[in-house]
């Protein structure tokens, strides 16, 4: 709408009142999303009849785990929890481990039918309405669980309880609250390549710099990404000592599938998918053993510590009676520590089956100093057996 101004002669545009209020109207938002953080724990007891007599009050506790920002563990009472109840019934609990105050959860415990019908034993709050909602644990040490969990003559004659054995799974749902308001863009920010790109230089083999000679075969490179993978390699090829004309070096007592795969891990971070030292088939997805050995001499060689580490942990789980003989030399060499409690633990738990072994015999040779520590392991875990670590006893209360 215009309107005539006398005094100035000038033709004013005026908003309607209606207009204006409508472009003021416009509402901002947000909203509160609440939502729960889950987890899962699986916790086995061998040796149920042992832990009977333990006494009422007293509980077997499991690793803490992690879920939402806070500690968790199961505790299991093989003579209940309440002395009134005479340990009739065995207890179970989630408790919380960690400091935290009004912790709001939702909890599932779960006790396994080992007989394979799946007819398990769950008590469950996900996927029902709770009258009061979540529970609230107030500080560390608060539970959550039940004290007549399953009466003790019915446990031991079901097909719960085998070889000794019970296995419990338990799920914690921390509750959690956000605010989100509405986003001023909406950027869909890739996953990085890097890796990617660094191995198609390795592929492709442009702009190589530096050979190198392994067994039979020759692998090109780039010195760059080799100093800056490896302190080792920034030595040998821009260091105090380093022959800048020499472009071609010998690698000694690295097998090629490993040197390949040492390139493979400089260029992208990562394994390839089938990399092994043995004649299995080449579609075949996995680095076996005999190789994970093979690179972490490598990675230890080389300084290339993420490396390293990534093979210990492998081996940690491939341990064998075939093979931990000379995982543990390997271990005891390039100071792997994990990897040579984990082989020492499996020699004590194992010891008449390896020592008749081939690996033992030439371990026996190659490291005799690990004799000893052997023998002091084997101590520990029987000593260990005789206290038993799940009957290191603990008050529970609620």
């Keep these: 709408m215009a309107l005539f101004d006398p005094a100035g002669a000038q033709v004013l545009d ?45 509980y077997i506790s499991s690793d803490t785990f992690s879920v939402g920002g806070y500690q968790w563990a199961v505790y299991f009472y ?17 408790a919380l481990a960690s400091e935290g105050t009004d912790v709001r959860a939702l909890f599932e415990l779960t006790l396994l039918d080992q007989s394979g019908r799946g007819k398990h034993k769950v008590h469950s709050h996900f996927d029902r309405a709770l009258e009061s909602g979540p529970y609230t644990l107030k500080y560390r040490g608060s539970m959550w669980g039940y004290k007549r969990f399953f009466r003790r003559t ?24 956000s605010t989100q308001g509405p986003s001023l863009y909406s950027i869909a920010v890739p996953e990085s390549n890097i890796g990617e790109q660094f191995g198609a230089l390795l592929d492709d083999g442009e702009n190589t710099d530096v050979a190198f000679i392994v067994g039979s075969e020759t692998f090109k490179a780039h010195k760059l990404v080799l100093a800056a993978r490896s302190p080792v390699f920034r030595a040998q090829l821009y260091g105090a000592l380093a022959d800048n004309i020499k472009d071609t070096f010998e690698i ?17 971070d990562n394994l390839p998918d089938s990399i092994e030292m043995t004649n299995a088939s080449p579609t075949s997805c996995k680095v076996d053993t005999m190789m994970a050995q093979h690179l972490l001499a490598a990675a230890d060689r080389f300084c290339l510590d993420r490396l390293r580490l990534v093979c210990e942990s492998r081996l940690c789980k491939e341990v064998t009676v075939e093979n931990v003989a000379t995982t543990l030399a390997l271990a005891e060499q390039h ?28 371990l026996r040779e190659s490291c005799p100093s690990l004799q000893s520590e052997i023998l002091r392991t084997v101590a520990g875990v029987e000593e260990d057996a005789t206290k038993s670590t799940w009957a290191q006893l603990s008050d529970g209360h609620d």
């Design 154 to 177: 019915g446990l031991e004659t079901s097909d719960y309880l085998k070889n000794d054995r019970l296995s419990i799974s338990c799920t914690v749902g921390v509750v959690v609250s």
């Design 335 to 362: 100071h792997a520590l994990q990897l040579k409690l984990v082989c020492l633990k499996f020699v004590a738990a194992n010891l008449r089956v390896v020592l008749h072994s081939d690996g033992f015999k030439h």
């Design 14 to 58: 005026v908003v309607p009142s209606s207009s204006a209020a409508a472009i003021a109207s416009a509402p901002s938002r947000s909203r509160s999303v609440t939502e729960t953080i889950n987890g899962s724990h699986h916790f086995t007891i061998q040796g149920y009849s042992l832990a009977k007599g333990m006494g009422v009050g007293k």
């Design 78 to 94: 093989p003579d209940g929890k309440n002395p009134e109840d005479q340990s009739i019934y065995v207890s179970v609990f989630i």
């Design 252 to 268: 000694e007592d690295i097998e090629p599938p490993v040197f390949q795969a040492l390139l493979h891990f400089i260029y992208r």
